[in-house]
């Protein structure tokens, strides 16, 4: 009865380890480790807002984790807005709104991503307000001169 268990024993190893082999080394095929299609693909982050020459890398989250092929396509809906490699980095040209899609090589899944290109303000100035505040009386009226560098920036400013 005693070797009965230990052939049953040296069976039941060997089967784990002749498992463990056939897929790959990375442990038996019997305890999840088969290969996994992908079920959907996200950007992270889904918003993002960047200035003009500035760089930002997007990255991918797939479903399930462990999916076999995560190779993915980057692409911009207005290279003029912004641009992205195929690693998924984003570089703002100019002043917009774009979106930014990752396609899924596996099942040609696809996310969105949602890219804001803004021009920083280099300098702003209001010409009769030296000192940054203004002191008026109730009732009264004042109009504010201001200069705002780089130029262009001015035409996308609300006060």
């Not at 305890?31 to 500035?54: L, R, S, W």
């Not at 641009?83 to 990752?102: C, D, H, P, R």
Request: aromatic share 8%; glycine share 8%; net charge negative.
């Amino acid at each position: 009865m005693k070797r009965a268990g230990k052939t049953f024993l040296t069976l039941l190893l060997t089967l784990f380890v002749l498992a463990a082999c056939s897929s790959g080394g990375d442990g038996p095929a019997f305890f999840g480790n088969q290969p996994a299609a992908v079920e959907a693909v996200y950007i992270d982050p889904e918003v993002v807002m960047i200035g003009v020459g500035e760089t930002m890398s997007l990255s991918t989250v797939f479903e399930p984790a462990n999916a076999t092929n995560q190779n993915v396509t980057w692409q911009s809906d207005d290279d003029g807005v912004v641009t992205v490699n195929a690693e998924g980095e984003i570089l703002g040209i100019s002043s917009g709104l774009t979106t930014v899609a990752v396609t899924s090589e596996d099942g040609a899944f696809t996310s969105l991503c949602t890219v804001r290109v803004i021009v920083p303000v280099e300098e702003f100035s209001i010409a009769n307000c030296p000192d940054g505040y203004v002191v008026m009386d109730k009732g009264t009226a004042m109009t504010l001169n201001f200069t705002i560098e780089p130029e262009f920036v001015a035409t996308h400013i609300r006060l």
